[in-house]
């Protein structure tokens, strides 16, 4: 299951019939379980099946994210060293906008005056330099109460390298505040260095804890009495999922556990359609995400970036723009800009004819024809194209174009800034686009695709089956992990080597021993190792893969490691100085837990070339021209045509422009190609 903003979207997989089956409903934002009930209904109709027949389960969220976006978290109280306590507000410098005179820092969540100096030191190795000060510890406690505080981040000076008094402060807590109040610990949200980005990980862990730790309990509470005897799994931000109660515990990790299940999906499509590199591209209503697959794994990072706040966890690497079917197209200084302000569902673009008089995406794209009005959003209601023209026009009027062409020009606006968004993390990262497939999904991207893989000059496009769904039917293809990080700060030629598979083989277990409480039976679990890696001297590191954890034994280490840095280093920044004196700074063991996988459903091919159609004139590079129209329920494998052409289907519409052909592959994948002069 996938809540969104607008619909709640659910994928079934029937293991008796190896069918998949989709289904939505509007989301229900004073009670999210109610759209979650209701979109269960949908793929489990009275009387064939019901929450009981379910035999496991797993939720995507944009819970946590949406109340930090929106600014509705909890009043956090904060912890800090005593004569460090303004680590937090003092935060980083901005290196990429030193000459930008617009800049501004960005606001944090617990002002200054909610922060509590606590007494207490440790040194840089963990050594203990002064003692605790537990009486400071219980007067915050009895602050926090008084003043109505509802979570506390704990973030004291290098307690990833000894975490006995960040312990000794949720003890503390719990004996003063009882056992409900939310305590984050900076060694636990994030046991790594730099104490600003540990600090923000844990107050923004504290900032969404008790929102999402009351959904998840409500949410699974509901489904219970409604018969569901499985656990409820979270999908997490690094790509994986685990139990709802794990989930509670560590609420951090659920922050982009929506968009992430599209990534997770492209990982199982890489796998079917044998391509290696992969491209998602997930265009809603309001935002554009898109993020990589490269070698058949998503692209994980060890740090992001929300709104300016540093976030310390393993998370897919996911960039997002103000772009979808919603945008609202605008005038500024004689130019046209859209988005990245939205129409929003209420009163959304002007063609739902529900208030909105501002042009968006949508608009254009009805005003162009690429839209049907008997069957946009799954029929649910009409688009008026009168009111689409109307405010397209409007806007074309002021800048001297007519309907038509204003509603073009502001489709390739949206497709620069997305395409932009594109190379954001493929060639400003020296990777090639032209390498990659583009994988196009959600309300709004397959009608978009092609225009932007021909923008950036990828030779082809994906929509896989239920393009609206996609990201909830990429939940149902991932497995159980958990990630750990050790600091380990060693030069090159101080490397202990024998001391580093001690720690990476007694992490690894720990890693394993994770996974009891997740169900996952033993001969079902692994464990991958990492470190990361820099030059000495230089500040941001690379995360180098490790073949095990008894890697660093081997006698040709050294040079095995440095000769795989420097290939990181090339392929990322374009250079490396192979032979040059190198530095550890952590070390990462990821243990993961594979699921029972849906295998792949294979469809009957066509019986004939022939298929029910239609045709009607929509508008491509200033021409109205006869185009193709048909439903994709009508295609199976085997089915081939050209462009112009519109495939249509409840929750998206995947434009095919001229001179581009489709093919529908064996598990239902539309594949659209140039054709060839």
């Known amino acids: 299951m996938d809540i969104g903003g ?7 997989y029937d293991e008796r019939t190896g069918r998949y089956r989709a289904g939505k409903a509007s989301t229900t934002p004073h009670d999210l379980t109610e759209g979650v009930i209701a979109a ?13 027949d379910i035999s496991f389960l797993v939720h995507g969220t944009t819970q946590g994210l949406n109340a930090f976006l929106q600014r509705r978290g909890t009043r956090v109280l904060l912890l800090a060293s005593e004569g460090a306590s303004d680590t937090y507000h003092i935060a980083r410098g901005p290196r990429t906008r030193l000459y930008d005179l617009h800049y501004r820092k960005p606001e944090p969540l ?42 506390v981040a704990v973030a004291y000076l290098f307690s990833h390298a000894n975490p006995a008094h960040e312990l000794r402060t949720r003890e503390l807590l719990r004996e003063e505040l009882g056992e409900s109040v939310t305590v984050s610990l900076s060694h636990e949200a994030a046991n790594e260095w730099r104490e600003y980005e540990r600090t923000s990980s844990a107050v923004l862990e504290a900032y969404i804890g008790p929102v999402v730790q009351r959904y998840l309990t409500t949410l699974g509470a509901t489904l219970k009495q409604r018969g569901l005897a499985v656990p409820l799994h979270v999908m997490q931000s690094s790509g994986g999922v685990n139990t709802a109660d794990s989930a509670r515990h560590r609420p951090l990790q659920t922050l982009l556990s929506g968009p992430v299940g599209g990534t997770m999906g492209g990982v199982a499509l890489s796998r079917t359609l044998e391509r290696p590199h992969l491209i998602c591209m997930d265009m809603g209503g309001t935002s554009f995400d898109v993020s990589l697959v490269v070698d058949g794994r998503p692209d994980v990072t060890s740090e992001a970036r929300l709104e300016g706040l540093p976030i310390l966890m393993s998370v897919v690497d996911i960039h997002t723009i103000g772009a ?18 939205s129409a929003g569902a209420s009163p959304g673009p002007a063609c739902y004819a529900r208030g909105g008089t501002e042009p968006t995406v949508t608009d254009a794209d009805l005003v162009l024809g690429r839209i049907d009005e008997a069957t946009f959003a799954g029929g649910e209601f009409a688009p008026r194209s009168e009111l689409a023209r109307q405010a397209v026009g409007a806007l074309g009027e002021r800048l001297g174009l007519d309907a038509v062409a204003m509603a073009e020009g502001v489709c390739e606006v949206a497709g620069a800034k997305m395409a932009q968004a594109v190379r954001t993390i493929t060639v400003s990262r020296g990777i090639e686009p032209r390498d990659f497939s583009l994988v196009a999904f959600g309300g709004a991207g397959p009608m978009h695709a092609v225009a932007l893989a021909r923008e950036l000059g990828i030779p082809e496009v994906v929509v896989p089956r239920f393009p609206g769904a996609f990201s909830a039917w990429g939940m149902l293809e991932t497995e159980i992990r958990r990630d750990f990080a050790e600091p380990f700060f060693r030069p090159e030629e101080d490397l202990d080597r024998a001391e580093m598979a001690e720690l990476l083989e007694k992490t690894a277990a720990e890693a394993l021993g994770s996974l009891d409480s997740e169900g996952v039976p033993a001969e079902r679990r692994r464990t991958e190792c990492a470190a990361d890696i820099r030059y000495q001297a230089q500040e941001y590191t ?3 893969p490790l073949a095990d954890p008894r890697e660093p034994l081997r006698e040709d280490f050294p040079a095995r490691i440095a000769a795989r840095f420097a290939d990181l280093h090339q392929e990322r920044y374009g250079h490396a100085n192979l032979g040059a004196p190198l530095e550890f700074v952590a070390l990462r063991t990821t243990a993961l837990g594979a699921l029972d996988a849906a295998p792949p459903e ?14 009607r004139p929509v508008v491509f590079d200033g021409r109205r021209l006869e185009t193709v129209v048909v439903d994709r329920e009508v295609l199976s494998p085997g089915h081939e045509l050209s462009g112009p052409a ?32």
């Open 324 to 341: 979808g079917g919603g945008s609202v197209a605008w005038q500024e200084a004689g130019g046209l800009r859209v988005g990245p302000r």
């Open 40 to 52: 269960l209904s949908t793929v489990l109709p009275p009387g064939e099946a019901g929450p009981a």
């Open 646 to 677: 519109l495939v249509l289907e409840p929750t998206a519409t995947t434009v095919v422009p001229p001179g581009h052909r489709l093919r529908l592959d064996a598990h239902g994948s539309l594949v659209i190609r140039e054709e060839k002069k």
């Open 602 to 615: 294979l469809l009957p091919a066509a019986a004939s070339e022939e298929f029910v159609h239609r045709t």
């Open 6 to 12: 607008t619909f709640t979207d659910v994928v079934a």
């Open 542 to 544: 690379l995360t180098v």
């Open 110 to 151: 617990v002002p200054r005056g909610d922060i509590e100096p606590i007494g207490g030191r440790l040194a840089a190795d963990g050594a203990e330099l002064t003692a605790l000060d537990e009486d400071a510890v219980r007067r915050a406690a009895r602050r926090f109460g008084d003043e109505g505080f509802e979570a």
